[in-house]
Antibody
Framework: EVQLVESGGGLVQPGGSLRLSCAASGFTFSSHSMNWVRQAPGRGLEWVSG????????FYADSVKGRFTISRDNSKNTLYLQLTSLRAEDTAIYHC????????????????????WGRGTLVTVSS | EIVLTQSPGTLSLSPGERATLSCRASQSVSGSYLAWYQQKPGQAPSLIIYGVSSRATGIADRFSGSGSGTDFTLTISRVEPEDFAVYYCQQYGNSPFDFGGGTKVEIK
C-alpha cells in the first residue's frame, strides 16, 4: 500500500527539541523529493521544509530556518525533521508530503506539489 | 516570496450550485506551477489540481482549474455533498512552496 506514516510528536517545553519521522511505503522513496507541512490548530497549511530525493538539496521556510533540520535515510525509506528551540507557535500537526515525479520519454522531473500526504503527528509546545 | 491570497474565506452553497474559488498571487507564478488541495475535517489534505488545470488521478471532472500569471480559479461545476471542505492553493515554482489561507465551502 502506498502510504506515509508520521510519528514522534508529543508535548515538549518551550526551548525543547523533538525528532519527527515519516515512514514511506509502496513507492520508490529515493526517487521522490519529500516535504514537511504543518497545520496549527484551526489554521491553514504552512509548508515547512523540503528535501531532494538524494538528500543533497534542502529548503526551509523562514519561520523555521536555523531551528529545524530535514533529512532522510533512503535505506530505511524514512524522512525526518529535527525540531530545536521550539516555540509555542510551532504547535501544530506535522504532515509529511511526497513530491510528484513526472516521467516522459525516459526523463523524470520532480515537482514540489504533493500527491501523497500522511495523516500527521501532533507537536504541542507548552510549559 | 510569493504570497497567495484566497477568496472568499467562506462560500455557502447548496448542493448542485456552482462554486468559484479565487487564488491571487503577489507576483507571477512561474511555469504555471499552481496546485489545489481539498481538506476535510480530521483528514490530511489531498491533491485535486496541479499545473493550474490538470486534474489529479481519480478527481471528478466537475473540478476544473484555470488562470495564469497571478490570478487562478478553482471551479466546481455542481457541488456534491462530498465536496464540502476547505480548499487550498499552493505555488510550487519557487521556494518557499507556500499555500494560500484557504476557502471553506460550506452547506448553505
Amino acid at each position: 500500500e502506498v502510504q506515509l506514516v508520521e510519528s514522534g510528536g508529543g508535548l515538549v517545553q518551550p526551548g525543547g527539541s523533538l525528532r519527527l519521522s515519516c515512514a514511506a511505503s509502496g513507492f520508490t522513496f529515493s526517487s521522490h523529493s519529500m516535504n514537511w507541512v504543518r497545520q496549527a490548530p484551526g489554521r491553514g497549511l504552512e509548508w515547512v521544509s523540503g528535501i531532494s530525493g538524494s538528500g543533497d538539496s534542502t529548503f526551509y521556510a523562514d519561520s523555521v530556518k536555523g531551528r529545524f533540520t530535514i533529512s532522510r535515510d533512503n535505506s530505511k525509506n524514512t524522512l525526518y525533521l529535527q525540531l530545536t528551540s521550539l516555540r509555542a507557535e510551532d504547535t501544530a500537526i506535522y504532515h509529511c508530503g511526497k513530491s510528484a515525479l513526472n516521467c516522459t520519454g525516459g526523463e523524470c522531473y520532480s515537482y514540489w506539489y504533493f500527491d501523497l500526504w500522511g495523516r500527521g503527528t501532533l507537536v504541542t509546545v507548552s510549559s | 516570496e510569493i504570497v497567495l491570497t484566497q477568496s472568499p474565506g467562506t462560500l455557502s452553497l447548496s448542493p448542485g450550485e456552482r462554486a468559484t474559488l479565487s487564488c491571487r498571487a503577489s507576483q507571477s507564478v512561474s511555469g504555471s506551477y499552481l496546485a489545489w488541495y481539498q481538506q476535510k475535517p480530521g483528514q490530511a489534505p489531498s491533491l485535486i489540481i496541479y499545473g493550474v488545470s490538470s486534474r489529479a488521478t481519480g478527481i471528478a471532472d466537475r473540478f476544473s482549474g484555470s488562470g495564469s500569471g497571478t490570478d487562478f480559479t478553482l471551479t466546481i461545476s455542481r457541488v456534491e455533498p462530498e465536496d464540502f471542505a476547505v480548499y487550498y492553493c499552493q505555488q510550487y515554482g519557487n521556494s518557499p512552496f507556500d499555500f494560500g489561507g484557504g476557502t471553506k465551502v460550506e452547506i448553505k
